[in-house]
């Protein structure tokens, strides 16, 4: 059996505390309880030798290399390595020769590919035949979303794994476990310990490298409060423009104030702007949020969300990230319809389902000689001269979608009063028609 990395990293002097605190055995592996667990299928098949084709899904540093490396060593297979960084096709077509001459000396082969999401279409697809005949067992590892990274065809002869963000806990114990192999001479307060494993935000990797760097400039093998600070900086939280984490974060954003959960739509937005997250953008979704889930419900909301949005470009942070945070916190206690969204989103469908219907002649505009002479315009009822400035009866659709409704408003806000005020429109309409029969008989 060959090693997932090509120098015996684990014994390597020169190898970094990453490398050579990395497990060889279950034993040793911390974190993933949801998938290794003596009782989950994973754990048990690992444990056998039993290998298939799978891809691991997570944050950085939450051990999806480790655990390739793992799978390799219990069934005693040879591993091929290979990042979609630095790969091509053709090195792809190497590995399949060599998988080739494993299989005829009966030996297994898995192909291990970090950073898969990093493949294009044709390079994830020259896996696919020899993962069909068994040559080998590919095991892929991203940080992004593999529905939407990884190709149908590919993820369908894989099983998934998703592995979650490390504990304080795991962290503490893998910085114990590197202090207590590598700097046992090293003093280190549990303290001190437990704000590096706090900083590295679930990062495994994180965490060893800057324990490495600390170890480098202990005092007297002492690491303090100042020197950890000096280390650590300013932190820097999980987050990525483009990637997974983004998504997810305003998504629960958004969803914390459609929820009406003001101390959880302050947290996620805190949590944004502390990983870098533009401001502005933040404010273009707060405005969303206005129209999409309160609306006529309480329209005040739409105003305070653009004036924080103005409040961001004119004074910049910290004052415009105030300001947002003002508008999330109303926008979560308001109350919430989404009528106007929902009522928009029909409309929509209903014009592109209906294609170009007339508008009808009473409500068309007739500036000239020629189309007063068409009918247009005839018969208009100015809304404005009648009673309750309403035109019971009118008309103002197509033929067509007359009796359709649109915008239902909800009994909550203000659009308690406009859900009554258009039921007693209607009942102007059912008298105003009553009477248009009685005529017409």
């Keep these: 059996m060959t090693d997932l990395f090509d120098n015996d990293e684990n014994n390597n002097a020169f190898a970094p505390l990453a490398a050579k605190m990395r497990p060889q055995c279950l034993a040793d592996y911390t974190g993933q309880e949801h998938l290794i667990h003596p009782d989950k299928p994973l754990y048990k098949a690992i444990q056998q030798g039993k290998l298939h084709s799978m891809i691991f899904w997570g944050p950085p540093g939450t051990g999806k290399t480790t655990l390739a490396t793992i799978i390799a060593n219990h069934a005693n297979a040879k591993v091929e390595k290979i990042s979609a960084v630095l790969s091509g096709v053709k090195d792809i077509r190497a590995i399949v020769e060599r998988a080739e001459l494993n299989r005829a000396q009966n030996i297994s082969t898995v192909v291990f590919v970090d950073e898969v999401h990093r493949f294009n279409k044709s390079q994830q697809d020259a896996f696919l035949p020899h993962v069909?005949?068994?040559?080998?067992?590919f095991i892929g590892a991203t940080t992004e979303n593999p529905s939407f990274e990884v190709n149908n065809a590919l993820l369908s002869r894989a099983r998934v794994y998703v592995l979650k963000t490390l504990s304080t806990a795991d962290l503490r114990h893998i910085i114990d476990s590197a202090l207590e192999k590598e700097y046992p001479q090293l003093v280190f307060t549990d303290l001190l310990r437990e704000q590096l494993a706090a900083f590295a935000d679930g990062d495994a990797r994180m965490a060893l490298n800057l324990l490495?760097?600390?170890?480098?400039?202990?005092?007297?093998?002492?690491?303090?409060?100042?020197?950890?600070?000096?280390?650590?900086?300013?932190?820097?939280?999980?987050f990525d423009k483009g990637g997974e984490d983004f998504y997810n974060q305003i998504s629960a954003l958004h969803k914390s104030v459609r929820g009406s959960d003001?101390?959880?739509?302050?947290?996620?937005?805190?949590?944004?702007?502390?990983?870098?997250?533009?401001?502005?953008?933040?404010?273009?979704?707060?405005v969303r949020m206005a129209s999409e889930d309160i609306g006529n419900a309480d329209p005040r909301g739409l105003e305070i969300a653009l004036n924080a949005w103005q409040v961001q470009e004119r004074l910049g942070s910290p004052e415009g990230e105030l300001a947002i945070a003002q508008a999330i916190s109303y926008l979560a206690v308001a109350p919430k319809s989404n009528a106007v969204y929902l009522g928009y989103k029909a409309a929509l469908k209903a014009a592109q389902e209906h294609g170009s219907l007339d508008v009808p002649l009473?409500?068309?505009?007739?500036?000239?000689?020629?189309?007063r002479e068409l009918d247009y315009g005839k018969q208009y009822r100015y809304?404005?001269?009648e009673p309750e400035a309403?035109?019971?009866g009118e008309t103002y659709l197509p033929e067509p979608l007359e009796k359709i409704r649109f915008y239902k408003p909800s009994p909550r806000g203000l659009e308690k009063k406009i859900q009554e005020k258009l039921k007693h429109l209607s009942e102007l309409d059912s008298v105003a028609l009553q009477k248009r029969n009685k005529l017409k008989s």
Excluded: Q
Excluded at 362 to 371: C, D, E, F, G
């Design 132 to 137: 069909e005949s068994g040559l080998f067992t």
């Design 212 to 238: 490495e760097i600390l170890s480098e400039v202990a005092e007297d093998n002492t690491i303090n409060e100042n020197i950890l600070e000096s280390v650590l900086g300013n932190g820097i939280r999980r």
């Design 383 to 385: 809304a404005h001269d």
């Design 262 to 286: 003001p101390d959880a739509s302050l947290y996620w937005f805190a949590r944004m702007i502390d990983g870098g997250c533009d401001a502005l953008y933040i404010a273009r979704r707060v």
């Design 362 to 371: 009473h409500i068309r505009n007739a500036p000239t000689k020629l189309m």
């Design 390 to 392: 309403y035109a019971a």
